[in-house]
């Protein structure tokens, strides 16, 4: 089989889509201030209840792989229907640095991570790396839950199908 009809294969599975995010901290008090990073992501799911886990998929040496190896608190944002933009801007390669990405974005900082909470989402979680699994040229990392909110009751999900974004309906 080869990595094209893998791909092919695969993409006849809808999955939903988040924008994951965490904050680096500042590592030198008299250096750079730390920055937000984002990144969008399909492969996102619930694990379990008790303990509340959920894990994403990340590509090995990404920057949000090498930034959640350093840093275990991080949060997402299950996105509206209205929101395909921030999921394209954040899906983009070679794109412009995250600090730019977030500029015009309405979001909040989360309590427990700092990290970038979006606006409008439909649901927004913190979570804290519990484990991690190298799986081929991904990392699977799996987060407890520190919390969980809903602001956003309007609109459908945003889910990911043969390669573009799509409504339900």
Request: glycine share 10%; proline share 6%.
């Amino acid at each position: 089989m080869s990595t094209d009809e893998f791909r092919a294969a695969l993409s006849r599975l809808a999955a939903g889509v988040v924008l994951l995010t965490s904050h680096e901290p500042q590592l030198d008090p008299d250096g750079p201030v730390g920055e937000d990073a984002g990144m969008t992501a399909t492969a996102f799911m619930s694990v379990s209840l008790d303990p509340p886990l959920v894990m994403v998929s990340l590509r090995n040496s990404s920057r949000m792989d090498d930034l959640l190896d350093e840093q275990p608190l991080w949060a997402v944002s299950v996105l509206s229907e209205s929101q395909s933009h921030i999921a394209g801007r954040f899906a983009m390669k070679g794109r412009l640095s995250d600090r730019l990405l977030f500029q015009d974005i309405p979001y909040v900082r989360g309590e427990h991570t700092g990290a970038p909470l979006v606006g409008g989402a439909l649901a927004t979680l913190e979570c804290r790396t519990e484990n991690t699994v190298v799986a081929g040229d991904h990392t699977l990392v799996i987060g407890r839950v520190l919390s969980a909110s809903l602001p956003s009751a309007e609109g459908g999900p945003l889910l990911y199908f043969r390669g573009r974004y799509r409504h339900l309906g």
